[in-house]
């Protein structure tokens, strides 16, 4: 295949360095003629291991050359990527001069050239910008139908970057729709297995594996502080800590939905973060933690408020399925606060039994629901049938009890990942507020 690369900074050159390894003809393009002839040579324009080594290869096989002239890149290539950088502004914004410039030109040539093409995109891009940038840069050619458009984020990793592209641990195509593309090239040259998203899905991906990396630093880094102030090896906590793979390096707490909650979440952040404070040290990630969980929870106040009617029905009131602890349950706070306001409450929980509530279980619910005994309903059905919003906290009936009940003009909150609610009549919203 005859690829075109826009931008031979890193992710541009080690991207036409492993292409080349796979037998693909490349075309640098770059504005710097320095930078150009350094690449048409084989010598790579960045330091990183086995790089010069394929770059090198690919020069003696006629495999690499370069070139300054858009027009001449694109006449030669069927697919071109785009890998111009994306810096910050002074005040934290993206600039997307480069990649506005490079589309553009691609355009023009494309229109010039009157054949099919396809366009990659995989300069780091905030949500949404792709589809600006099409509208505002590409329309003439869209709407020719001689462009196809595919954003795909990059996963490399300077030192191992070769390695990563060879093996990546993830690859994403983001496509306009998130619907399979025409032509496979995207799969081709960056992943046969990649996930298919649509082009914001796809550039959203790449801000949440940067942003989580850097809270696991973060929050690595903060409990090394305190384990170091309490004379505690926070390495060897750190690496026990990542011996459990079932929880702690899981999928199991990554997923949106509800608020954390229980009997203990809560108080263990809250202890915590009350010793450093105590102690002495400074940790802003850790002090936040309960602050996210509380606008978390208030969005979904705020959700269920913006719905049309005043009664509320709640699929599960415990803080997790197949339990009866009411402690710190999210869905406690939430009737707790729609009852405040005046709204009619229905609940079911098929693990709920107020005669068996015993302890501190019992005191809670006493405190703040202390006629929860009049708000429990018999079934699932009875409390969609009698609700106006539902909020479905569990899976905690089958979708048959609640196509008995659901109607439209109604609406269904889910806070559990439970998408087969969206099969029934009712209004779906999803996990994600």
Known sequence: MNVSIFGLGYVGAVTAGCLMEKGHRIIGVDVQAGKISTFASGQSPIVEPELDQLLREGKASGLLSGTTDAMEAIRD?????????????SNGRLNLDFVRHVAAQINDAILKKAEQHVLIFRSTMLPGST?????????????????????????????????????????????????????????????????????EGAEMIKYTCNYFHAIKVGFANEIGRLSKHLGVDGARVMDVVCRDTRLNISRYYMRPGNPFGGSCLPKDVSALSSLARM??????????????????????????????????????????????????????????ALLGRGYEINIFDPSLNLSRLTGANQTEINRRMPHLARLLRDSASEVVAGSDTVIAAQKCATIDELASSARSGQWVIDVNGWPQLNQLPWSYEGSCW
């Open 77 to 89: 290539t069927q697919v071109s990527i785009v890998c111009v950088g994306t810096p910050s502004q």
């Open 131 to 199: 589809r600006s940038i099409v509208t505002e840069m590409m329309a003439a050619c869209v709407d020719n139908g001689l462009v196809e458009i595919c954003y795909c984020p990059e996963f490399l990793r300077e030192g191992t970057a070769v390695a990563d592209f060879r093996s990546p641990s993830l690859a994403v195509v983001g496509t306009q729709n998130g619907n399979s593309p025409k032509d496979s090239s995207a799969f081709d040259l960056l992943g046969s297995d990649a996930e298919l998203l649509n082009w």
């Open 279 to 336: 102690e002495g040290v400074n940790l802003p990630l850790l002090e936040n933690t309960l602050a996210t969980n509380t606008a978390h929870f208030e969005a979904l106040i705020k959700l269920i408020m913006a719905k049309d009617g005043r009664r509320v029905g709640i699929l599960g009131l415990a803080f997790k399925a197949d339990t009866d602890d009411l402690r710190g349950s999210p869905m406690v706070g939430v009737a707790e």
